[in-house]
Nanobody
């Protein structure tokens, strides 16, 4: 089992940056793909990015390519999401999740979820 705790959310102006962290506990952390998802009020939880267990391979939603970067430090059992050039429509609760399947985009493929961290982008 894996426990996940997100941090780093907050209020930022449009065009600004934030770095989210996802701290994991539990065995076999390097064996999990870690994904980031976001959910705005009244909307579905959407895929943002994912990173393979060894950190070599990544996958991004088209809407964030070139602006967001996912990375991981397995020694610290932490995954990061660097978000640049943020837009007001990206205001949402951001969740990290762990999957035993390779680079999953589908939220149904994730077994463990954190509680989420709020990101608010003001215009």
């Amino acid at each position: 089992q894996v426990q996940l705790v997100e941090s780093g959310g907050g209020l930022v102006q449009a065009g600004g940056s934030l770095r989210l962290s996802c701290a994991a506990s539990g065995r076999a952390f390097p064996g999990y793909t870690i994904g980031w998802f976001r959910q705005a009020p009244g909307k579905e939880r959407d895929f943002v990015a994912a990173i393979s267990g060894n950190g070599v391979h990544t996958r991004y939603a088209d809407s964030v390519k070139g602006r967001f970067t996912i990375s991981r430090d397995n020694a610290k059992t932490t995954v990061y999401l660097q978000m640049n050039s943020l837009k007001p429509e990206e205001t949402a609760v951001y969740y990290c999740a762990a999957s035993g399947k390779y680079l999953q985009r589908n939220r149904d493929g994730y077994d463990y979820w954190g509680q989420g961290t709020q990101v608010t982008v003001s215009s």
